[in-house]
Each structure stands twice: as C-alpha cells, then as structure tokens.
C-alpha cells in the first residue's frame, strides 16, 4: 500500500501582512519589521528611489529612513486590496502623512512581497512616481 502526501498549503502570508498594516496604521510597528536582513526589495518604475536594493539595511537607510525624515506624521495605510498566490501576497493601499513642510502626502501602492514564513525575502513596489518625486526633492530629511 502506498501512501499519497497530501498537497501542501502555503501559510497564510495575508493575516501576516494584514497585521504588519495594522500596527502601521497604529504607529507601533509595520511591514518593513517584516524584512529579513537579505531581503531584496525593487522600486519600480522611474522615481529618484527605483532600483533594487540588496539588504533590508540599504533599503532601510537609503529609502524609509530618509522618507520618513522628511515626514512631520507617519504615513497612515489603508489596504484597499490583499491576495496571495503562493508565497507571494499582493497588497494594494493607499497611504498619506503630512511633509515636514506642512503639506500632505498621498500616494497608492502595489506591493507584491514574496515571503518564506513570515519574512519578506523579495518585493516589487510600484506607486506614483511623480507624488514621491515631488516630496523627495520638495523637503530635506531632517535627522
């Protein structure tokens, strides 16, 4: 007699991510707490931020940190949409914050985060190059 395994299912990176948002949205936490340390995330597109960064710590320090030093409030996101085909879960979301300089950011995203349990080991992010643009050279990060 032969024994069939049975198919196996991919956890479920959707209530990982749901929950990193949700602790975004609180400003107690957020998806990049989420990066595994070799992480490698793309910005697509034609922004002053597109291209591949090799290391959570590049994307970190090289992207999030300069952007939020040039935010007077966190951005706040709201997911509009969220799917998972195998390891990858695609999260679609608007967020908006105000600059340093007094004036609102807004923007939409579409995230595609490859996971392998609960880490981001690979992201492709696409958002509005022109908003992004315009707050990157506008404001200066403030330490």
């Known amino acids: 007699m032969t024994t069939q395994a049975s198919p196996t299912r991919s956890p479920d990176g959707t209530a990982t991510v749901r929950q990193a948002f949700g602790a975004w949205a609180a400003g107690t936490g957020g ?30 320090s090289q992207v999030i940190r300069p952007f939020n030093a040039r935010m007077s409030t966190g951005l706040k996101p709201t997911i509009r949409s969220l799917y998972q085909d195998g390891d990858t879960v695609i999260v679609f979301f608007d967020a908006s ?47």
């Open 97 to 143: 914050g105000t600059a340093r300089d007094g004036k609102p950011y807004a923007n939409t995203y579409a995230w595609f985060l490859q996971l392998r349990g609960e880490r981001i080991v690979r992201a492709f992010a696409f958002f509005d190059a022109i908003a992004f643009n315009d707050l990157w050279t506008r404001v200066q990060p403030v330490p």
């Open 31 to 60: 998806p990049y707490d989420l990066l595994a340390d070799d992480a490698v995330w793309t910005i697509t597109g034609n922004s002053l931020a597109s291209k591949t960064y090799s290391s959570r710590e590049t994307f970190m």
